[in-house]
């Protein structure tokens, strides 16, 4: 059983083996990869077991070999070499080199999960809607937040505290919000992957938590969903005849818009597309005119 989705940056498979099985490969040049035993599943690549707090990463043109002594699902992610560079660039803490080596790397069992979690999440979207990651935008937005996931994983296995380093004194939680606010501002324009928040700012998750807290009564991912659903909604309000609203969406890193419509609706009260023919339906399809209504 495979279940493969291409996205270019990355490429996610879903599969099956058989058992006993042992099976030998290595990734394309330029290309990284990520191996994830599901729950079940009793694989050991190169004599190291991978677990549900591992992930077995291979560098490009190693090869490795595997043992799969009962029938086992996994989970492989194909990385492209400069989309994981480029991200690891901004990241302080991270050496680089460490990318380059082949082995496990040890997390925590909930960074394994989430990074499962959305490549499922992203399979069967794709599944329900072939045409879900046809525009660029969301296959950049989802490629850009798999590939953090999976450096958060090689910081903490490097035991790097990664933000709030020793000897570096603590920031002022005023401090804190506004650079967090700008690095959320640089997500939703597609400069930057939220969840590198905590390196943006130089500050612990937990820090980030209680500054968010205190200012605006909401953790910072809240504030970057809310921040999202309203710039959505001001471009759906000044969509010009022709816009769509995956088209729309997909400017602001949005690749799963089923979750993204049930978030507006409960905010806004309305569907996306709702919003969308509001907007559209008294323009004259050959002006492109567009509305300056602000939220």
Not at 69 to 96: T, Y
Not at 111 to 122: E, K, N, P, Q, S
Not at 202 to 230: C, I, K, T
Not at 245 to 265: E, N, Q
Request: glycine share 10%; with cysteine; proline share 5%.
């Amino acid at each position: 059983m495979l279940n493969l989705l291409d996205l270019g940056e990355v490429i996610l498979l879903h599969g099956m083996d058989g058992a006993p099985v042992v099976y030998r490969g290595a990734p394309l040049a330029s290309r990284f990869a990520a191996y994830l035993a599901l729950p079940g599943s009793q694989t050991e690549v190169d004599g190291q077991h991978v677990g549900e707090a591992e992930v077995s990463w291979l560098a490009p043109r190693i090869e490795v070999h595997g043992f799969t002594r009962v029938p086992a699902r996994f989970l492989c992610i194909d990385v492209a070499e400069q989309l994981l560079l480029d991200q690891a660039a901004h990241i302080d803490g991270l050496e680089v080199s460490r990318l380059y080596r082949t082995g496990n790397i040890t997390s925590t069992p909930t960074m394994v999960a989430d990074i499962g979690g959305m490549v499922r999440r992203a399979l069967d979207i794709h599944d329900r809607d072939p045409e879900a990651f046809a525009q660029a935008g969301a296959r950049r937005a989802f490629a850009a937040q798999l590939s953090a996931l999976l450096l958060q994983c090689h910081l903490q296995a490097a035991g790097e505290p990664a933000v709030a380093r020793r000897g570096r004194p603590p920031l002022p939680r005023r401090e804190i919000v506004r650079r967090g606010i700008e690095h959320i501002q640089r997500s939703l324009r597609g400069e930057a992957a939220f969840s590198d928040i905590p390196f943006a700012v130089g500050a612990s998750q937990r820090s980030l938590n209680r500054a968010f807290d205190d200012l605006f009564g909401m953790a910072p991912h809240q504030f970057y969903l809310v921040e999202r659903l309203h710039a959505i909604r001001s471009a759906l309000r000044s969509a010009a005849p022709g816009d769509t609203v995956t088209g729309i969406c997909s400017r602001f890193g949005v690749w799963d818009l089923g979750r993204m419509a049930a978030l507006y609706a409960r905010m806004f009260g309305l569907q996306p597309a709702q919003e969308l023919s509001r907007a559209v339906g008294g323009k004259p399809s050959a002006t492109g005119a567009t509305s300056t209504r602000r939220r």
